[in-house]
C-alpha cells in the first residue's frame, strides 16, 4: 500500500528534472501520474522511466486552451504540481523583453492557468504544489525578471492557500535551490555548464547543489502533510539561511 495510492497527480514539467523526480516519488507511492510538458519524445522516456501506469500529455502551459485540455484527459485532479517553465539569466540592459514575457507566459501564467482549471477537478483532501526558486528571497546578480517572477508565485500560494482552505484545497510553494541534473538552459554553453554549477555552489553552505529526488523528498512532504498550507519551502542546501 502505497501513501498515495488511488491519487490521480498531474505534474506539469514532469518529462524532466525536478518534475520528473516528483513523477518517480508520486508513482511509487502508489499515484496515477500524468506528465504534461511540450516534447513528445522527452514525455515517452519519461513515461517510459516513470513506470506504474504514468502517461504523458503534450502540453504547452502557456497556452490557455491546452491547459484545458490537459484537464479535460483526467477525470479529477488530486495533486496539482506546476514545474514547468525555464530561466532566463542575463543583465538587466541585454535581456530583451520578449524573453522575459516569454518566462512569465509560461512560468507564471502557466502555473495560474494550470491552477485555474485543475481546481472545478480538486475535491477536499487535494493538493497543489506551485514552483518557485530560491531567488524569490535570495537576491541573485543577473537574474533580475526570474527574481521576480519567484516572488510572484511565493506570494500566488500564500494567497491561493488561504482562498482555496475552505474547500480542503492545500496549497504550497517548493522553492528549489540550486539543482543539478535537470534539462534548465543555464545560458552557458554546455561544456561550461559543470564549472558553472561549481561555481554557483560555492555560495551554498553545504557547498553543493542539490539533486531532483532532493525536491521529490520536499514534494512528497508538501503533498502528504495534512496541516501544511501556505508554505513556501525552501530547499537549497543553506543558501537562504545566511
Ligand atoms: N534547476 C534549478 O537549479 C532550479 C532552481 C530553482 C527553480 N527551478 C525551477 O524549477 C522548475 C523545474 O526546473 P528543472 O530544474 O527541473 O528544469 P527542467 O529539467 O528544464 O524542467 C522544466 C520542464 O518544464 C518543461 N516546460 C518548459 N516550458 C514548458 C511549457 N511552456 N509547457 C509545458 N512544459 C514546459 C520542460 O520540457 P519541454 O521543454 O519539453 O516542454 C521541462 O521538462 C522550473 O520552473 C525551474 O525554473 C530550478
Redesign the pocket.
Known amino acids: 500500500m502505497g501513501a498515495l495510492d488511488g491519487r490521480i497527480a498531474v505534474i506539469?514539467?514532469?518529462?524532466?528534472?525536478?518534475?520528473?523526480a516528483i513523477a518517480e516519488r508520486f508513482a511509487s507511492e502508489g499515484a496515477e501520474v500524468v506528465i504534461?510538458?511540450?516534447?513528445q519524445g522527452?514525455?515517452d522516456e519519461a513515461v517510459a522511466r516513470v513506470g506504474h501506469g504514468a502517461r504523458g500529455v503534450v502540453?504547452?502551459?502557456?497556452d490557455e486552451a491546452q491547459v484545458v485540455r490537459l484537464m479535460e484527459s483526467v477525470p479529477r485532479v488530486d495533486l496539482l504540481v506546476t514545474?514547468?517553465?525555464?530561466?532566463v539569466f542575463g543583465p538587466v540592459e541585454t535581456v530583451p523583453m520578449s524573453a522575459w514575457e516569454t518566462l512569465f507566459k509560461?512560468?507564471f501564467f502557466?502555473q495560474l492557468s494550470a491552477v485555474r482549471h485543475a481546481v472545478p477537478k480538486m475535491r477536499e483532501g487535494g493538493s497543489i504544489l506551485l514552483?518557485?526558486?530560491?531567488?524569490g528571497h535570495a537576491a541573485l546578480a543577473n537574474y533580475a525578471g526570474?527574481a521576480g517572477l519567484?516572488g510572484g508565485i511565493n506570494a500566488m500560494g500564500r494567497s491561493l492557500a488561504v482562498e482555496l482552505a475552505p474547500r480542503g484545497i492545500r496549497v504550497n510553494v517548493l522553492?528549489?535551490?540550486?539543482?543539478?541534473d535537470?534539462?534548465?538552459?543555464w545560458g552557458v554553453p554546455a561544456t561550461q555548464v559543470g564549472a558553472f554549477l561549481d561555481t554557483l555552489a560555492s555560495h551554498v553552505p553545504m557547498k553543493r547543489?542539490g539533486a531532483?529526488r532532493d525536491m521529490a523528498d520536499a514534494a512528497y512532504f508538501l503533498a502528504t502533510c495534512a496541516y501544511a498550507t501556505g508554505m513556501v519551502l525552501d530547499v537549497d542546501g543553506g543558501w537562504t539561511a545566511v
Request: charged share 15%.
Open positions: 506539469t514539467g514532469g518529462a524532466t528534472g525536478i518534475g520528473l504534461a510538458g511540450r516534447r522527452r514525455l502540453t504547452d502551459v502557456g514545474c514547468a517553465g525555464g530561466a509560461d512560468r502557466g514552483c518557485s526558486g530560491i531567488a526570474g519567484c522553492s528549489p535551490g540550486l539543482t543539478k535537470t534539462a534548465i538552459d547543489a531532483p
